[in-house]
């Protein structure tokens, strides 16, 4: 068994996220978007070299005060543990999440990553997405998700960002 480290965005990053004021370049935002607490930073890695994003992305997120360390999970073949919590089995899945954790996390991902990728194009998606109510609405927005992402980004970042709001929704 191995322990691995994982992060969280600090206020400055959820700021960033929301503001652009550091201009960080379009893949390092997106990994400072998939950075989430759930990750691990081998997971997060293995997803930025399928999509070009320098392999450095950890530490220039560190150094810009941007995330921070939470603690550390133990990994297995099968699960990441959260931090924090504690397991009877080794490799028990992460806890689930309520329907409305589910739903402000899937819809707060998908509204980031979109106008990450498209900027001011984003507006007729946000809109959608605005009306979505239920997890189930936020379901039936993952085909026009993925490809304004494609469009916008290209295939591998599409098909990650795609995967990361397919586990958030479950």
Known sequence: MDTVQIYV????GVE???????????????MLIMVDGRKSV???K?????????????ETLLAAELIVKTGEAQVTAASVAV?????AA????PPALDEYAKFRLAKDFMNNAVVNSLGIRAFFFTLKLERAGTVD???????PFQDAITKASGVAEAKILTDQLLEYLG
């Open 16 to 30: 960033e996220i929301q503001n652009r004021k550091l201009h960080l370049a379009p893949r390092l935002r997106t």
């Open 137 to 143: 609405d936020l379901r039936g927005l993952v085909k």
């Open 90 to 93: 080794p490799a028990e899945a």
């Open 83 to 87: 931090p924090g919590v504690q397991s």
């Open 9 to 12: 965005k600090t206020p400055l």
């Open 42 to 44: 081998a997971a997060l």
């Open 46 to 58: 293995e997803d930025a070299a399928k999509f070009g994003c320098p392999d450095d992305f950890i």
